[in-house]
């Protein structure tokens, strides 16, 4: 059983920036690769970022790449994802998410979620 806590969401103008953590319960989380995944209203949840166990590999959607990093801490069982040149397409709730194999896009693969951290980025 993995728990998932977000924080770092708020109110950001266009341009600015946000750093998304994720903490995690348990021992084993160098087993979980990690992902980042958001939902904005009317809209279906979208991936946006995923990373292997040891943090060796990330994958990026292509909406986000070269703006949002992400990034895992395994000794403080948390995972990052640093958002730079925000625009206001990328307001939305943002979930982690932990999966017991390789990083994956897919949504349906994820077993843990968090609650989501609501991000606003304001024209």
């Known amino acids: 059983q993995v728990q998932l806590v977000e924080s770092g969401g708020g109110l950001v103008q266009a341009g600015g920036s946000l750093r998304l953590s994720c903490a995690a319960s348990?021992?084993?989380?160098?087993?979980?690769?990690m992902g980042w995944f958001r939902q904005a209203p009317g809209k279906e949840r979208e991936f946006v970022a995923a990373?292997?166990?040891?943090?060796?590999?990330?994958y990026y959607a292509d909406s986000v790449k070269g703006r949002f990093t992400i990034s895992r801490d395994n000794a403080k069982n948390t995972v990052y994802l640093q958002m730079i040149s925000l625009k206001p397409e990328d307001t939305a709730v943002y979930y982690c998410?932990?999966?017991?194999?390789?990083?994956?896009?897919?949504?349906?693969?994820?077993?843990?979620w968090g609650q989501g951290t609501q991000v606003t980025v304001s024209p």
């Open positions: 998410a932990a999966v017991p194999k390789a990083a994956a896009r897919d949504i349906p693969l994820y077993e843990y």
């Open positions: 348990g021992r084993t989380f160098t087993k979980y690769a």
């Open positions: 990373i292997s166990g040891s943090g060796g590999s990330t």
